[in-house]
């Protein structure tokens, strides 16, 4: 989501300055061992989270306490995780390793060993971690899977290559016997008739449905900061989103006037993703009428103009012969004052899911 307030680092981090820890990352695209035959069906994950943590750094240097304990409590099989804000390895003017992050400075070693001395603690040593990350520190994600639940295989772009990032570190899709998990941070439209703003989000949003359509072998769950707000019920104040201007600019087509992430063409493409892949809103599907408390995944800056204009843009989406087996999704975060954000202006959201049957008795 386009940022309003800047996040402001705390004084008195909770963490002394680190010595090395060994990474518990994982970068391999796939795992012989989880593919596994069909007399012997591993189970699969039932419990997940979705996060974009506008900057992953900053929660682990001032929020990690509060959200290890909502971990610890929820206990979920897998954590997708966006805006991690840390940079790819590699030397300045060199080809980055996305899948790895940046340890050749003094500063980025540090702030390195800060996270993985978080991520080396429980809960989170029960987890094997991929990473798709940006040159700086800017986007990016990561894809935390517990050990006793490998996927056969994990990937980082729309076009399911091993060894291809997408650009800003956008997706990582993990492939499980039964299901495929795609974690995205999808680009946000911005105000403009521009490149980088509705061109590059038309061209997502045209990827996006190919994908869906190429991979409808397979049941789907798509998760993520995915940056569109479907129906006036997932945003707090309609009005105010769709007359939303930046500098009183106007664009050339009335369908893209408002909110990134609320203007009407969004909303379109979006509905259309969902109707030709078969898939269904999660949340929605559990939760039909609007929650103003809630209800909302993303929060406006407490002081301004935005306090308390909020919007739903954090999802699980889920293939619909997978919707009968929806438990709970729910949004952790609630009020205009952001309590369970755990300092960014995203809440986790969760899915739980039901034992597949029909799978464990083929």
Not at 126 to 146: E, N, R
Not at 216 to 240: A, M, Q, R, T, Y
Request: one cysteine or more; glycine letters at 6%; aromatic letters at 10%.
């Amino acid at each position: 989501m386009k940022r309003f307030f800047q996040p402001i680092q705390k004084e008195g981090s909770p963490f002394k300055k680190p010595t090395v820890s060994p990474s518990s990352t994982n970068n391999d695209t796939q795992n012989p061992e989880a593919s596994g035959d069909g007399n012997n069906k591993k189970q699969e994950p039932l419990k997940f989270v979705t996060w974009n943590a506008n900057s992953f750094l900053l929660r682990v240097k001032n929020n990690w306490p509060e959200f290890t304990k909502f971990v610890e409590t929820l206990d979920p099989d897998v954590i997708a995780i966006q805006e991690v804000r840390m940079p790819a390895a590699g030397s300045k003017g060199t080809p980055k390793n996305q899948g790895e992050l940046k340890d050749d400075t003094s500063s980025s070693r540090e702030e390195k060993q800060i996270l993985m001395r978080a991520i080396s603690s429980p809960p989170f040593k029960s987890y094997d971690i991929w990473w798709s990350l940006s040159d700086s520190k800017y986007a990016g994600t990561a894809l935390f899977v517990k050990k006793c639940f490998p996927p056969q295989k994990v990937s980082f772009s729309l076009d399911r290559t091993a060894s291809k990032h997408e650009l800003d570190g956008r997706v990582i899709l993990a492939e499980f016997e039964s299901f495929r998990l795609l974690n995205t941070y999808s680009p946000n439209n911005g105000w403009k008739e521009e490149e980088n703003s509705f061109q590059r989000r038309r061209k997502w949003d045209k990827r996006i449905m190919e994908f869906v359509l190429e991979t409808s072998d397979k049941p789907l769950i798509w998760c993520g900061d995915l940056n569109v707000s479907h129906e006036e019920i997932d945003v707090s104040h309609p009005e105010f989103f769709s007359s939303a201007k930046l500098n009183g600019y106007i664009p050339p087509n009335k369908e893209d006037c408002g909110q990134p992430g609320f203007t009407l063409s969004e909303r379109k493409r979006f509905g259309a993703i969902l109707k030709e892949g078969k898939l269904v809103d999660a949340y929605r599907y559990l939760h039909k009428e609007k929650d103003m408390e809630r209800g909302f995944s993303w929060s406006g800056n407490p002081v301004g103009k935005y306090r308390g204009k909020r919007m739903r843009i954090d999802y699980f989406i889920v293939s619909e012969k997978m919707k009968d087996r929806i438990v709970a999704c729910e949004m952790h975060g609630q009020g205009i004052e952001l309590q369970g954000f755990y300092g960014s202006d995203h809440c986790p959201v969760s899915l739980e899911l039901s034992r597949d049957t029909d799978s464990n008795q083929s």
